[in-house]
């Protein structure tokens, strides 16, 4: 695996983890959440666009980048509803007069252990440890 393949691997885990941190919490952060697991499966998508040499520009539409990866990684197809969804919290919740919810944060959190998992998968590694 490149070295930089695996940076963006530990970026992605890093921010899966402060989802679910936040998530766990006694007074949850849904915001922040959903913009963590957006970033988390932001960067997976771009690992997986390193390790197999495919360019990307700069830019936070994850439909992009599933569409780059289609034609080498076409069973990742089926996540295109929740990569929508995860887009839409790439800035928003960064700002006043934008909310999201619990239930929206459960949803990101579910999603972008599913992108995880897959990218995980793709890319030869172990599936990660389960977090009590």
């Known amino acids: 695996m490149k070295r930089i393949t695996r940076e963006w ?11 679910e941190i936040l998530s766990a919490g006694p007074e949850p952060c849904p915001d922040q959440v959903c913009f963590h697991c957006q970033q988390s499966a932001e960067k997976y998508l771009k690992a997986l666009l390193e390790e197999l040499s495919i360019p990307f520009t700069k830019t936070h539409d ?41 239930r929206q944060a459960a949803s990101a959190l579910r999603w972008a252990g599913t992108v995880r998992h897959a990218c995980r998968n793709l890319l030869g590694l172990p599936p990660p440890p389960e977090r009590p």
Do not use: N, Q, S
Not at 9 to 19: G, I, L, Q, S, Y
Not at 75 to 84: E, K
């Open 9 to 19: 691997v530990r970026k992605a885990e890093d921010d899966f983890r402060a989802a």
């Open 62 to 102: 994850l439909e992009d980048r599933l569409d780059r990866l289609l034609p080498r990684a076409g069973l990742l197809r089926r996540f295109r509803r929740g990569l929508r969804f995860l887009t839409g919290f790439a800035v928003d919740p960064r700002y006043p007069l934008f909310r999201t919810t619990k």
